[in-house]
């Protein structure tokens, strides 16, 4: 396995005055983040009209975003796309920039508290390592969290849930920043919308069928709707050893 670079694709419809708010900034200072600047067009209109007549007022925007990241201590590079089909246009830039997280955008509090629901149909070490060099040397709490169909899984969840504090505690993240909670429940998305309630933000793994159904879901609609602060997705590792491809 190839050791991920963790750049954070951050997309934002950038001529319908979407913003980055400033403590998601300060959230992805520790990790390179590509912003993508997209706006959807009607069907009849070229992109390359679109193009001519937004391109310098979108630039401008997306290098004012760009500054913010700068400012605070991150990297950034941009991106620009005007495209008539927005799910589609986030896998593809996810993967030409090999980014293994993208953010699914929220205002957001500062960040001090973190969600990370972990279950058997995701890479749980890899969203555990993502999630240690997010946070850094910072002082950020995080909660992992398994939801289990019937009682007969709670062992497993408790097992899956040790390895993954196991991981963050080998990474840096001093054991007494980490919770663990094992539930059961037959609504696992809204038990972990309802979870996110308590939390500033929310790393999710990407599970199967892929990044475009889970962002554009019920799923992130439920934890997105219900968290106070962004929720970042991170991708399976490709075939290829990237996020991308």
């Known amino acids: 396995m190839s050791e991920p670079n963790w750049t954070v694709l951050v997309p934002v419809e950038v001529l319908a005055g979407e913003t980055i708010p400033e403590s998601v900034v300060d959230v992805l200072t520790t990790l390179p983040v590509v912003v993508l600047g997209y706006h959807v067009l009607p069907e009849q209109t070229p992109p390359g009209q679109a193009r001519l007549q937004f391109e310098t007022q979108a ?39 090999g980014c293994d997280a993208i953010l699914v955008p929220n205002p957001a509090p500062d960040v001090e508290r973190l969600l990370v629901p972990l279950s058997g149909e995701v890479d749980a070490s890899r969203v555990t390592e993502f999630v240690a060099t997010l946070i850094g040397d910072r002082n950020i709490a ?24 196991a991981h963050l505690r080998e990474s840096g993240v001093p054991a007494a920043a980490i919770t663990s909670e094992v539930t059961v429940s037959e609504s696992p998305i809204r038990t972990i919308a309802t979870a996110a309630v308590d939390h500033h933000a929310v790393v999710m793994g990407e599970s199967e069928p892929s990044l475009r159904s889970f962002l554009f879901g019920d799923a992130s609609a439920q934890v997105a709707a219900q968290s106070v602060g962004p929720v970042v997705v991170v991708r399976r590792e490709r075939d290829d050893g990237s996020a991308g491809g």
Request: hydrophobic share 45%.
């Open 59 to 97: 630039q401008t925007k997306l290098g004012e975003l760009a500054a913010a990241f700068h400012e605070a201590g991150g990297i950034a590079e941009t991106r620009l796309v005007f495209t008539h089909d927005e799910e589609q246009t986030l896998d593809r830039v996810a993967d030409e920039t």
């Open 142 to 165: 995080v909660t992992l969290l398994h939801v289990a169909d019937g009682e007969a899984e709670t062992a497993a969840g408790r097992s899956l849930l040790s390895d993954a504090a």
